[in-house]
């Protein structure tokens, strides 16, 4: 019902800057929370932030004040942005829509150290 692109992923040096985007499409009238997700090999995903509908947002504790989620309801994407990133930043992003469960597929950031 819902599909999902992520983009913007890569390699950066460590104090570099990032901006992942999601592109949302399909039955999306429903959907109210979406957000970022991480995964490093071996470790189960975790949250890195959320964002619902009406621009309530929620972070890890680790990317507190260095990312910010946003979200353009209008054109259907939610974007995150990272900043001062560190090499245990490195891992596979997913964005997730939270009413139908969907995952993207997944986008590669590598921090260099």
């Known amino acids: 019902q819902v599909q999902l692109v992520e983009s913007g992923g890569g390699l950066v040096q460590a104090g570099g800057s990032l901006r992942l985007s999601c592109a949302a499409s399909?039955?999306?009238?429903?959907?109210?929370?979406m957000g970022w997700y991480r995964q490093t090999p071996g470790k189960q995903r975790e949250l890195v932030a959320t964002?619902?509908?009406?621009?309530?947002?929620n972070y890890a504790d680790s990317v507190k004040g260095r990312f910010t989620i946003s979200r353009d309801n209008a054109k259907n994407t939610v974007s995150l942005q990272m900043n001062s990133l560190k090499p245990e930043d490195s891992a596979v992003y997913y964005c997730?829509?939270?009413?139908?469960?969907?995952w993207g597929q997944g986008t590669q950031v590598t921090v260099s150290s």
């Open positions: 399909g039955s999306l009238f429903r959907v109210n929370t």
């Open positions: 997730r829509e939270n009413t139908y469960g969907t």
């Open positions: 964002i619902s509908r009406d621009g309530s947002t």
